[in-house]
Each structure stands twice: as C-alpha cells, then as structure tokens.
C-alpha cells in the first residue's frame, strides 16, 4: 500500500492514500472563529468550499509552519450518516511517499483517547513510523460542525 509521509516535529507519520484525493500547495485558508483550535479554515478546492484540519495543531497543540514542504492533503471522508465529503489535512514535510505492506504495521500496544487517529507503527531503515488513521481524525461533534448540513439530514 501507498503511503504519503509528513512529519510532525521530528516524528514521521504516515498516512495511506487509499483515501487521498490530491495533494496541494499550502494556501491562505479562512479561519473558522471559535472552532476547536486545530480546525485550520477553510479553503476552495475546484469550487468546492473544504474544511481543512491541522495535524500538527491536533497532535501537537501548535499550529503548522508555513514552509516550503507544508502541504493540503484532501482525502475522501467517511461521513458517519453515509457518503463522504472532501477534507483537507494541513501537514509539515509532506515530501514523499513509501509503499508498505499492511502487515509491516504493527499494534503499538499503547492507546491514548485523545489521539485514537494514531495507528500502528512500521519500521524502516531511518525507525519508526506512525500511522495516522483517517477516519477516525474527526470526533461526532466536529463532524457534524464542518459538515452540518450533512448532519441535519440524518
């Protein structure tokens, strides 16, 4: 399986493409006021408004550099009333790709709530890598404000 690789700080996570859409250049988003922090903006992708989530504000507490490597990586999210919808993840680093195996990941035997998006680890030559689980980054409550007319119709 394909996986693009970022960093947060100097950790390397890794998140399978299965779901990603297409990987674009950091823009200017429109802040959403009073959202949880880590809710970046949003931004238009080819006419389509998109919220967009920081990875590095929800993992870490602060917010992504603006660097030459930071990129949008807007996925395919599952909706939890059906369907799906575009979604940007904001990361630092994104500068390549690896393909593993599903079973060069293994459990980390280690499960904190508040970051239950983080997946199992693989190793390579340069150590451990983390994977960052897509479908499980957003929270109900979340979902249902980037998404509320999604919401409303369940």
Avoid: K, N, W
């Avoid at 459990?107 to 390579?124: K, N």
Wanted: net charge negative.
């Amino acid at each position: 399986m394909l996986h693009v690789l970022f960093h947060l700080d100097a950790q390397r996570y890794a998140l399978d493409t299965g779901r990603l859409i297409e990987i674009v250049p950091f823009v200017e988003l429109r802040p959403l006021p009073r959202a949880p922090a880590y809710v970046a903006g949003l931004f238009d992708y080819r006419g389509r408004t998109v919220p967009v989530i920081d990875l590095t504000a929800l993992t870490l507490g602060r917010s992504s550099r603006v660097l030459h490597s930071t990129r949008i990586l807007v996925i395919d999210h599952p909706l939890t009333a059906g369907g799906s919808r575009p979604l940007g993840l904001l990361a630092e680093q994104v500068v390549e790709t690896l393909t593993l195996a599903p079973e060069a990941f293994t459990d980390t035997g280690v499960e904190i709530p508040d970051a239950h998006y983080l997946g199992r680890v693989a190793r390579d030559e340069r150590g451990l890598l983390q994977a960052v689980e897509a479908d499980a980054l957003l929270t109900p409550e979340v979902e249902a404000l980037l998404f509320r007319d999604v919401a409303a119709c369940s």
